[in-house]
């Protein structure tokens, strides 16, 4: 499966942005889905997660009630809702699918990756 993030760009602190993160070549209900970020000279880490039927999501603590996973598998699409938005979000956002049955929060665990969606959040 071919996974393309889109959405990302320039926001202000306290800001909303949303990320679309469409698939092709698969269907994405039959994946776990999630978003990692990479900021500059940091480690790729691991924002939120959803599972099959989007019935349970899971999430870095960093963005737990600022961020939401969403998904609607009649389009084939994984969306990323980020809320109130600081600078210390700004990153490179990739969103990735797992053929596995858990509900990973390391890379290791996902097969798949998009080619990734620049947020820049101004102070």
């Known amino acids: 499966v071919q996974l393309q993030a889109s959405g990302g760009g320039l926001v202000q602190a306290g800001g909303s942005l949303r990320l679309s993160c469409a698939a092709s070549g698969g269907t994405l209900s039959n994946y776990v889905l999630a978003w990692f970020r990479q900021a500059p000279g940091k480690e790729r880490e691991f924002v939120g997660g959803i599972s099959w039927t989007g019935s349970y999501t899971w999430y870095a603590d960093d963005v737990k009630g600022r961020f939401t996973v969403s998904r609607d598998n009649a389009n084939n699409t994984v969306y990323l809702e980020m809320n109130v938005l600081e600078p210390e979000d700004t990153a490179v956002y990739y969103c990735?699918?797992?053929?596995?049955?858990?509900?990973?929060?390391?890379?290791?665990?996902?097969?798949?990756w998009g080619q990734g969606t620049l947020v820049t959040v101004s102070s």
């Open positions: 990735a699918a797992s053929r596995g049955s858990n509900f990973y929060t390391v890379m290791a665990g996902y097969d798949y």
